[in-house]
């Protein structure tokens, strides 16, 4: 009867006590479409990849630090493209002095379709 009774407890606070759950979550905005072109910024690091349809805007890639998934087909327009970025980045070009392009956001996270 006790082993019973000491289940029941067991059971019963399993059951009772508040569990918080948590779930992954991803950083960033999402963006998505067709790229239209994509270039190096020759006076800084990362490509200026600017983006059509869905969510389009111009955003920084940078190889190496934003994670890619799929075919990485970041350079070649036509391509569909889909991820997240958060506001602001630099991407400048040469000029005298470096001119910052328009920059939507940065890439947190991309991948591409196959072709």
């Given at each position: 009867m006790r082993t019973l009774l000491l289940g029941a407890m067991i059971v019963l606070?399993?059951?009772s006590s508040p569990i918080q759950a948590t779930a992954a979550t991803v950083s960033g905005i999402g963006f998505g479409g067709y790229i239209l072109f994509s270039f190096p910024?020759?006076?800084s690091t990362g490509y200026y990849?600017?983006?059509a349809g869905v969510s389009p805007g111009a955003f920084v890639y940078y190889p190496g630090f934003t994670p890619t998934y799929l075919y990485g087909q970041l350079y070649k327009p036509g391509t569909a493209v889909l991820g997240t970025y958060t506001p602001g980045g630099v991407c400048l070009m040469t000029a005298t002095p470096c001119v910052p392009l328009f920059v939507t956001g940065t890439m947190t996270m991309v991948g591409t379709s196959p072709i």
């Amino acid at each position: 009867m006790r082993t019973l009774l000491l289940g029941a407890m067991i059971v019963l606070a399993a059951f009772s006590s508040p569990i918080q759950a948590t779930a992954a979550t991803v950083s960033g905005i999402g963006f998505g479409g067709y790229i239209l072109f994509s270039f190096p910024c020759t006076c800084s690091t990362g490509y200026y990849v600017v983006v059509a349809g869905v969510s389009p805007g111009a955003f920084v890639y940078y190889p190496g630090f934003t994670p890619t998934y799929l075919y990485g087909q970041l350079y070649k327009p036509g391509t569909a493209v889909l991820g997240t970025y958060t506001p602001g980045g630099v991407c400048l070009m040469t000029a005298t002095p470096c001119v910052p392009l328009f920059v939507t956001g940065t890439m947190t996270m991309v991948g591409t379709s196959p072709i």
